[in-house]
T-cell receptor, first 110, second 113 residues
Framework: GQNIDQPTEMTATEGAIVQINCTYQTSGFNGLFWYQQHAGEAPTFLSY????GLEEKGRFSSFLSRSKGYSYLLLKELQMKDSASYLC???????????FGTGTLLAVQP | ETGVTQSPTHLIKTRGQQVTLRCSSQSGHNTVSWYQQALGQGPQFIFQYYREEENGRGNFPPRFSGLQFPNYSSELNVNALELDDSALYLC????????????FGPGTRLTVL
């Protein structure tokens, strides 16, 4: 089966660092995606991890531990425009499909 | 390079009606997936098309059906609409090669009254 779990909401302060955690249970796991989605818009790709370790892309980093079924997204130097929903999605299964979590709604406050 | 486009942007239907949503994949992408996103939820996988064949399906009833055309554009058809079908319908495309990143279209907001 496939299951994704992430916090529903988080609040952080402008300029700070926030870590959004995600745990997954995916048969035939082939990778972990993070997407950002602003209200009323389509998800946009942030990162993809298939091997254990940290992937860094500017202010955004993503970590994966396959043995623990765990990932996190790290956002540094938070800006107001980072207020959005962050979707964790595992890739795999018999038909190699993306399974999304419910998303974590991040509110960045001044 | 043209991104993923979807039409229409918004749609209002009544219970029992049928609807067709359309998606044009990004240039060079031959794999198209459809997702349903209810308010406050993550996208739920409906099905995936590759070379005009359905090659993966989520937990959606048969009244959700689709097509992919030779130019890789795609349609999502929903028959006998129910109130719970009200959602944002997202189309995403990717290549069939090693790149797994999916590019999403802007979505179609369907309201069933």
């Amino acid at each position: 089966g496939q299951n994704i779990d992430q916090p529903t909401e988080m609040t952080a302060t402008e300029g700070a660092i926030v870590q959004i955690n995600c745990t997954y249970q995916t048969s035939g796991f082939n990778g972990l995606f993070w997407y950002q989605q602003h209200a009323g818009e389509a998800p946009t790709f942030l990162s993809y991890n298939v091997l254990d370790g940290l992937e860094e892309k500017g202010r955004f980093s993503s970590f994966l531990s396959r043995s623990k079924g765990y990932s996190y997204l790290l956002l540094k130097e938070l800006q107001m425009k980072d207020s959005a929903s962050y979707l964790c999605a595992s890739y795999g299964g018999a038909t190699n499909k993306l399974i999304f979590g419910t998303g974590t709604l991040l509110a960045v406050q001044p | 390079e043209t991104g993923v486009t979807q039409s229409p942007t918004h749609l209002i239907k009544t219970r029992g009606q049928q609807v067709t949503l359309r998606c044009s994949s990004q240039s060079g992408h031959n794999t198209v997936s459809w997702y349903q996103q209810a308010l406050g939820q993550g996208p739920q996988f409906i099905f995936q098309y590759y070379r005009e064949e359905e090659n993966g399906r989520g937990n959606f009833p048969p009244r959700f059906s689709g097509l992919q055309f030779p130019n890789y554009s795609s349609e999502l058809n929903v028959n006998a609409l129910e109130l719970d079908d009200s959602a944002l319908y997202l189309c995403a495309s990717r290549t069939s090669g090693g790149e797994l990143e999916q590019f999403f279209g802007p979505g179609t907001r369907l309201t069933v009254l």
